[in-house]
């Protein structure tokens, strides 16, 4: 029996709807979009189709849509794109210690290149402090960059302060949304970002693809050079079948976003409350309430985390976060809340998706209690 799927943060299945869309375009409409005929004009149909879908849960126009490989390559596009493009303004980026790598490594990179990074802090609850993103502006500030959520605790940054400070300082403010998308209402628009990226494969859309959200009339310089596909913002030709899965899984996420927090939320609080009463000193990290609905990250003390997840074999979770999973220690995430050590080192990321379900939580929630409860009597 395959153990409990609870890392639906690392990545989720394809949904069936998504994949019953997709196949027309694994066998007979295998068109290039970019042809003048009439297998080439269905591609076009089909790319058009899924840009108009993700606009539509964006609240964006389809033309300020460019499709991508993933989350990672939409990060590079947006900070270096908006780097590069704006160099002749200044070179200083602000952005916070706990984004994704995809995030701070494209970061790291600029520094070699001669751009200077301000990495925020974050309070106790993983949140940045609008007003240090004010302090920390320069005459220099070309761009700020704060993930929506974070993929770690879930919690929520308060993006329409921050949206604020940049419009009032004519900041280009880009977000990393791939973990929001599909679990809270994400409008751009109401947020106040020049870009946003989205990643497929954390909405039930397939792996390897994703989005840029690029606000008419944002100047970015191009990653990718070639023929002039996907508007002229980036060359190859475009990957149909998997852009029409994103496109439905875009559709799916907002018929259904209200109903699906709900019952994240529902199965989140149901696993929390099952373990609170059966482990002794666990700790929650990240905000109680300005936190994703399926997010429930648990320091468990002075328990090795990976040890914790070899032990509960019957669920499927993280330590922290998939991305680093391998990685020694606490996260950078948990370090930079100062999570005390005997609960950052004992932490384990659970994350519900639309197949979690009571029996599952309740059967989880036993092999947990179980693991802890061996461990503590190994001594590890």
Excluded: W
């Excluded at 468990?300 to 509960?312: G, Q, R, T, Y």
């Amino acid at each position: 029996m395959n153990p409990i799927y609870l890392d639906y943060n690392a990545t989720t299945p394809i949904d069936k709807e998504v994949a019953e869309a997709m196949l027309p375009y694994l066998y007979g409409h295998f068109g290039n979009p970019s042809s003048n005929h009439v297998y080439g004009m269905e591609a076009n149909k089909a790319v058009a189709k899924a840009r108009k879908q993700i606009a539509g849960l964006l609240h964006c126009k389809p033309r300020e849509i460019v499709f991508t490989s993933g989350g990672t390559e939409s990060n590079n596009f947006a900070i270096k794109g908006a780097a590069f493009a704006n160099r002749d303004l200044g070179n200083h980026i602000i952005t916070s210690s706990i984004e994704h790598p995809a995030v701070i490594e494209v970061c790291k990179y600029l520094e070699k290149k001669g751009f200077e990074i301000t990495g925020l802090p974050v309070d106790g609850f993983g949140r940045v402090n609008p007003d240090d993103v004010k302090n920390a502006l320069k005459p220099e500030t070309i761009l700020i960059s704060i993930m929506h959520a974070n993929n770690e605790t879930g919690s929520i940054q308060p993006i329409g302060e921050i949206s604020k400070i940049a419009q009032e300082n004519n900041i280009l403010f880009h977000c990393d949304a791939a973990q929001s998308i599909g679990k809270i209402p994400v409008d751009v628009h109401e947020m106040g970002v020049d870009l946003l990226s989205v990643a497929g494969h954390k909405l039930y859309a397939p792996k390897g693809i994703g989005a840029l959200y690029i606000k008419e009339g944002t100047k970015l310089e191009k990653l990718i050079h070639g023929a002039d596909h996907e508007m002229n913002m980036r060359a190859g030709t475009e990957n149909v079948l998997e852009i029409v899965g994103l496109g439905k899984a875009c559709e799916i996420a907002d018929r259904d976003l209200l109903e699906n927090a709900a019952h994240y939320k529902e199965m989140r609080d149901l696993l929390f409350e099952k373990l609170k009463s059966g482990v002794q000193d666990i700790h929650v990290n990240g905000h109680p309430e300005k936190r994703l609905p399926n997010t429930l990250s648990l320091g468990f003390a002075n328990i090795e985390a990976n040890s914790l997840l070899l032990e509960m074999k019957g669920v499927a979770a993280s330590a922290g976060a998939a991305c680093h999973t391998d990685s020694a220690g606490a996260s950078s995430v948990l370090r930079a809340m100062n999570v005390p050590g005997k609960y950052a080192m004992g932490t384990i990321r659970f994350s519900m998706g639309r197949g979690t379900n009571e029996q599952d939580i309740e059967q989880a929630a036993r092999e947990i209690i179980a693991a802890v409860e061996n461990l503590k009597t190994k001594g590890v």
